[in-house]
């Protein structure tokens, strides 16, 4: 059975070769490298910026002062306390959390992104008014990210997520869909292989194209992470990708021609990458994106690459795409038992 | 061998495809199936090379059910009338993936090459091949397995008259090696040349099934080719 498999496996890869199917999921990493490189060198426009600060917090003297005369420069908030605060930015309402240090006799300001265009305009906004004042302690004594990474690797789950769901719903169907067409399906059907060979063998594939672009992405990212996590991420990158490519083959299955199956993978491409990729966006479609396949997998993946998250946080999601994967598999099955628009 | 089949069904919609038939081949047999487009024949064969799965019916070759496809694979080989191969792969790659699949031994591989003269284009795309030589290699590649049944839907629709001259010769060849063939047919005179036994679809029955010389006798043929 394993020899059978692994003949057709690399019968699929032939063939993603040689119909360019390869090229595709090569490319798109090296693209999105690129544009990331792009869009990182542009400049931010920070109108006003949203600075918290903490209720009764011993700040340098003239600091709070100084920062509430500014008010065309500032809007300020108010926190019981840093956890608070740190939520109200995590949620990305402002820019930036003031909170007083006895040790340094300063503040200690807290962002989302130490090397970002906002964190440059909050310091040189402070420096600026200490100046005004001409006091020489450190207003600023220190500055903590609570995320140690650029645009790219913020929008990296993103970008998993949509090599996912390329290959799961767009290059899969096809290949499916142009077997059954010029009846290569029907030809393997006519030696010994089992049909769960075939669909292994599909599966394989899917998976062995996800992980290569997935490996290429962040080859070119050059992306450090901690053993316990790449684990972590190694386990979802391959329920996704068994998931998403019984899914994909089972899109395939319901499609007589290679056309149809690209419109029909589109329909399903699309409703599952956008709702999941904006759900942090949008309050209405984080209540909506939890019902999509496609969640399930960009929810670790975001919580594992971007806040330390691991394989034990995310049991359901786990069990939700290895069933979702397991069901699509069946069905195909089923289809093709009955050669279905064969 | 022994192909037995039995109230074999597949209906399509407006009532089309294959009603309730049913007969019997014996080893040997070089069978013509005839009848107009639309008559059930490319509907029986794909049946019987487990491309449909039909409605009712039962099939056994030496015992062996239809529905027991894995054994039966290697008792039935299938010709379709366009060729399924793999056309961005060589003509060798297309041999050597369905001789792994059947686990037999790469040697047979050259001898099909040779027997089928397509060793000056073992290394050729399928693509660029002409369907004569694609045909060639579809047939080559379904008597890998060595099956003692072989199913010929419409062998040479659309070859010109040295490749049909050729697959006669062939199907001929194969006959008296002791194969039983089975093909669908619209030339009379290939029917004439070729088969020991003619039989007749009509609307998806059988409606005629003797030898050459009571068939051209018949008023069956005469309405058929009227």
Redesign the interface.
């Known amino acids: 059975m394993i020899r059978?498999i692994a003949?057709l496996t690399f019968?699929d890869l032939?063939?993603a070769l040689?119909?360019k199917t390869l090229y595709l999921v090569l490319f798109i990493p090296l693209f999105v490298f690129l544009t990331l490189e792009l869009v990182d060198n542009n400049g931010t426009d920070v109108q006003q910026i949203k600075i918290g600060l903490i209720e009764n917090g011993d700040y340098p003297a003239g600091l709070l002062e100084s920062i509430e005369t500014a008010e065309g420069a500032f809007e300020v908030f108010w926190f019981v306390s840093e956890e608070q605060g740190t939520r109200w930015l995590e949620e990305r309402n402002g820019d930036g959390v003031l909170v007083p240090t006895k040790e340094s006799g300063g503040s200690l300001l807290i962002v989302l992104e130490k090397a970002s265009f906002e964190t440059l305009v909050i310091v040189e906004s402070i420096a600026e008014l200490q100046r005004a004042v001409e006091d020489r302690s450190n207003w600023i004594s220190e500055i903590r990210p609570l995320q140690d990474a650029a645009i790219q690797r913020q929008m990296l789950p993103t970008w998993i997520l949509m090599l996912v769901l390329l290959v799961g719903f767009i290059v899969l169907p096809t290949q499916v869909a142009e077997e059954k067409e010029?009846?290569?399906l029907?030809?393997?059907?006519?030696?010994?292989?089992?049909e769960a060979e075939w669909l292994l063998a599909k599966i394989a594939l899917g998976t062995i194209l996800i992980a290569i672009a997935a490996l290429l992405l962040h080859l070119l990212m050059t992306f450090d992470s901690e053993p316990g996590g790449r684990l972590s991420y190694l386990v979802f990158l391959l329920a996704g990708g068994f998931c998403f490519s019984a899914f994909g083959i089972f899109v395939g299955f319901l499609c007589r021609t290679q056309a149809s199956a690209r419109t029909l993978g589109v329909l399903f491409y699309l409703p599952h990458l956008l709702p999941s990729a904006l759900a942090d966006f949008s309050e209405k479609l984080s209540s909506v994106a939890p019902l999509i396949p496609s969640y399930q997998f960009y929810q670790p993946v975001r919580s594992i690459l971007l806040d330390g998250g691991e394989v034990a946080d995310f049991p359901l999601q786990l069990l939700a795409l290895v069933g979702v994967g397991l069901l699509a598999s069946f069905l195909s099955w089923w289809l093709m038992?009955?050669?279905w628009l064969? | 061998m022994q192909l037995e089949v039995h109230d074999l069904s597949k209906i399509y919609k407006g009532n089309r495809g294959l009603l309730a038939t049913g007969f019997t081949i014996q080893q040997g047999e070089l069978i013509a199936l005839v009848g107009h487009n639309g008559a059930g024949k490319s509907t029986l064969l794909k049946i019987l090379?487990?491309?449909?799965?039909p409605d009712s019916g039962e099939v056994r070759v030496d015992g062996i059910d239809l529905k027991n496809?894995?054994?039966l694979?290697?008792k039935i080989?299938?010709v379709?009338e366009?060729p399924?191969?793999?056309?961005?792969?060589s003509v060798e790659y297309n041999l050597i993936?369905?001789a792994?699949?059947?686990?037999i031994p790469v040697a047979r591989i050259e001898a099909t090459l040779t027997e089928f003269n397509l060793i000056p284009f073992r290394r050729s795309k399928v693509q660029v091949l002409s369907k004569g030589l694609k045909q060639r290699v579809s047939i080559g590649r379904?008597l890998l397995a060595d099956p003692p049944l072989m199913l010929f839907d419409e062998p040479t629709s659309g070859l010109d008259f040295d490749m049909t001259k050729e697959i006669y010769l062939l199907l001929e060849r194969l006959h008296a090696s002791g194969k039983t063939i089975l093909f669908t047919s619209h030339r009379p005179e290939e029917i004439k040349a070729l088969a020991t036994r003619i039989m007749v679809l009509h609307q998806g029955s059988l409606v005629f099934d003797g030898s050459p010389a009571e068939y051209f006798e018949s008023h069956i043929h005469q309405n058929l080719y009227s």
């Open positions: 059978n003949l019968n032939a063939m040689k119909n010029k009846k290569l029907l030809g393997l059907l006519q030696t010994p292989i089992r038992k009955r050669r064969m | 090379g487990g491309w449909l799965i496809r894995r054994a694979v290697r080989g299938f379709p366009t399924n191969l793999f056309d961005l792969f993936l369905f792994r699949l059947f686990k379904s």
